[in-house]
């Protein structure tokens, strides 16, 4: 995924926690508001100290990533999406994140038809 499509700034995160929606399951919480002016969604992760060492954070984030990726042409492209994840992403595999990411949005109608 290209640097351009991440959301790196902390002012926009804060201002996607503050004014975007929320919705979770046990691995994930999604955070995300609508940027009706963008051309393709942007995406940041947060993977907190608590989950694991350095190694099992960017696992999960590459995983992330790579969800994502592999997800691109089906998001909706004028949405900032904040994902944070939870403990259960420790153990998990690919297959697994990208499954609960793909729960998420499709719950959250992030997904085209």
Same mark, same amino acid.
């Given at each position: *995924?290209?640097? &351009?499509f %991440?959301?790196?700034?902390?002012?926009? @995160?804060? &201002?996607i @926690?503050?004014?975007?929606?929320?919705?979770?399951?046990?691995q994930?919480?999604?955070?995300?508001?609508?940027?009706p002016?963008?051309?393709? @969604?942007r995406?940041?992760?947060?993977v907190? =100290? =608590?989950?694991g060492? &350095?190694?099992t954070?960017? %696992?999960?984030? %590459? $995983? !992330?990533?790579?969800?994502f990726?592999?997800? #691109?042409?089906?998001?909706?492209?004028? $949405?900032?999406?904040?994902?944070i &994840?939870?403990?259960?992403?420790?153990? *998990?595999?690919?297959?697994e994140?990208?499954?609960? !990411?793909?729960?998420?949005? *499709?719950? #959250? %109608?992030?997904?085209?038809?």
């Open positions: *995924m290209k640097k &351009a %991440r959301v790196k700034d902390n002012k926009e @995160f804060q &201002a @926690f503050k004014s975007g929606k929320s919705f979770a399951n046990r994930l919480v999604i955070y995300y508001r609508e940027v002016d963008q051309q393709h @969604f995406v940041g992760l947060s907190g =100290k =608590k989950i060492n &350095a190694v954070r960017n %696992r999960i984030k %590459r $995983y !992330l990533r790579q969800g990726l592999e997800l #691109e042409e089906n998001i909706k492209s004028h $949405y900032d999406i904040v994902i &994840a939870r403990r259960p992403t420790k153990d *998990m595999e690919f297959y994140i990208k499954k609960s !990411l793909t729960h998420l949005l *499709m719950k #959250e %109608r992030l997904l085209k038809k």
